[in-house]
């Protein structure tokens, strides 16, 4: 995902957006997404990083305008159940 954005900076496509500095000042990898003219940041947050920093980086981010959203990925995937059970 850095190497990504590293690119889209290199063809000057990137934005030196405040988004990417705090993220980045969290030691967080972000990428900018979207076709220009108000797109999207996507930050990857690792699993053990504690709820405090996910908290911190959040409101700082909400405090210049930037509404946030999380989403996670991952489950126990696909199971058989057979009479209730799993």
Not at 14 to 28: E, N, V
Not at 42 to 61: F, G, I, M, Y
Not at 68 to 79: E, K, M, R, S
Request: charged share 10%.
């Amino acid at each position: 995902m850095e190497m990504n954005q590293g690119l889209l900076q290199c063809t000057g496509v990137s934005h030196a957006s405040i988004i990417l500095r705090t993220t980045l000042k969290y030691k967080l990898a972000s990428k900018l997404t979207g076709s220009g003219g108000g797109g999207c940041v996507l930050t990857l947050l690792p699993t053990l990083l504690s709820a405090t920093v996910v908290d911190k980086v959040t409101a700082e981010l909400e405090s210049c305008g930037f509404p946030c959203l999380t989403a996670a990925i991952g489950g126990q995937g696909v199971q058989v159940c057979f009479g209730g059970s799993s």
